[in-house]
Nanobody
Framework: QVQLAESGGGLVQPGGSLTLSCAAS????????MGWYRQTPGNERDLVAA?????LLNYDNDVKGRFTISRDNARLYLQMNNLKPEDTAIYYC?????????????WGQGTQVTVSS
């Protein structure tokens, strides 16, 4: 059914930038509210950015002003600027229910972002 595939992570220095991409098969991506989550060892996945079907944006305060979520017809993106060591995590994408309280589909493998000097 629905398969999610994240890409674009890597090792960057503090202050650097990365753009993450999410491809979703089995759905029409533009029909859903979508979000980016991140997870560090021992913690749950936290929603950090969301974009509604209508284009409304929402960000966690920790990333507001530094990250930008967007989409096109095929992929979901997360532009990450001025990266900090505390941004180090595995980043995942998923669809969101109307209350942004739960993901819609099985998780993909995520993509590792490591911010270190």
């Amino acid at each position: 059914q629905v398969q999610l595939a994240e890409s674009g992570g890597g090792l960057v220095q503090p202050g650097g930038s990365l753009t993450l991409s999410c491809a979703a098969s089995g759905i029409t991506l533009m029909d859903y509210d979508m979000g980016w989550y991140r997870q560090t060892p021992g913690n749950e996945r936290d929603l950090v950015a969301a974009i509604s079907k209508g284009g409304l944006l929402n960000y966690d305060n920790d990333v507001k002003g530094r990250f930008t979520i967007s989409r096109d017809n095929a992929r979901l993106y997360l532009q990450m600027n001025n990266l900090k060591p505390e941004d180090t995590a595995i980043y995942y994408c998923n669809g969101l229910n109307k209350y942004y309280s739960a993901p819609l589909w099985p998780w993909g493998q995520g993509t590792q972002v490591t911010v270190s000097s």
